[in-house]
């Protein structure tokens, strides 16, 4: 018995996943090869739209209103999110994830200094 046996859910995720076949890549699918490729662009442009939020702390050495209680909990999801990834090899989440730990990080850390 392996260590996966022994985790009920495994289980079930490892029976459903026997029965799917994969899909094969690159798609034959257009908009699915587009998707393919287009997800890293939008995984860059959340972490682009905090910039102003960063800029406003470390610019202008004001975190007023910046709640380090959030963004310490986005930080601590992300960290499942990222294992997620790299546990079923999902190249988009870890990437993404990569990127939001280290925005979350100079947010968490101008809250300590600035806040």
């Known amino acids: 018995m392996t260590r996966h046996d022994t985790q009920g859910i495994h289980h079930f995720h490892r029976r459903k996943r026997c029965y799917q076949t994969h899909e094969p890549y690159p798609h034959s699918d257009k908009t699915k090869r587009f998707m393919d490729k287009a997800i890293y662009a939008i995984s860059l442009a959340g972490p682009v739209m905090t910039i102003p939020q960063i800029t406003k702390i470390w610019l202008e050495r004001n975190a007023s209103g910046v709640s380090l209680l959030s963004w310490t909990s986005y930080l ?23 990127i939001w730990i280290f925005v979350y990080i100079l947010v968490i850390t101008g809250v300590v200094i600035y806040g």
Not at 76 to 98: A, Q, S
Request: proline share 4%.
């Open 76 to 98: 601590v999801l992300t960290f499942f999110w990222l294992y997620y990834g790299i546990l079923h090899k999902e190249t988009p989440i870890i990437f993404n994830n990569i």
